[in-house]
């Protein structure tokens, strides 16, 4: 058996062929979907792009829906920007907490991928708090992919 087939053999053992991402407007998040996106090419894999939509304070069914428009729209416009991994991506934007979107996408994957941000002594509450919700309630594996110093994704 050469290296190639070899290699083929171990990704087909992997089994992924459905990763979810946690996607926002953060470095962190895009690195995350970078990463996501060259194992989803090295495993012939598809991506789910997941942006949880919180319903504003002051809520109105006008506001609400412009929101969503707005961030169906944003993360349409981020995905396309990975285009050149050659692996399909699609978007979508789920109502509710980050943490909570994230684990019941997780329910139809085979993978959940979500950013952390490494800078500093005490990163940010709210991304360590959805990493380690994911990580405690998924339904899958989950990667957490820190943000290397420095990259401004």
């Known amino acids: 058996m050469d290296l190639l087939t070899q290699h083929q053999d171990e990704q087909a053992h992997l089994g992924i062929r ?25 495993l012939g894999a598809r991506i789910t792009a997941v942006e949880a939509h919180k319903t504003p304070a002051v809520y109105t069914l006008a506001s609400d829906a412009a929101a969503v428009e707005a961030s169906e729209t944003t993360l349409r416009e981020t995905v396309a920007g990975f285009a050149s991994y050659g692996v399909a991506i699609d978007s979508r934007v789920a109502p509710g907490s980050p943490g ?10 085979d993978l959940l991928v979500v950013g952390s941000d490494s800078r500093g002594l005490l990163p940010d509450p709210t991304i360590v708090s959805i990493s380690m919700h994911c990580l405690r ?4 594996p989950v990667v957490v992919v820190p943000t290397p110093k420095g990259d401004e994704a």
């Open 18 to 42: 459905s990763i979810v991402v946690g996607v926002d407007e953060s470095a962190a998040s895009l690195h995350a979907l970078r990463w996501a996106a060259h194992l989803a090419a090295a």
């Open 100 to 109: 909570v979107v994230l684990v019941d996408a997780s329910k139809d994957a």
């Open 137 to 140: 309630h998924a339904y899958c």
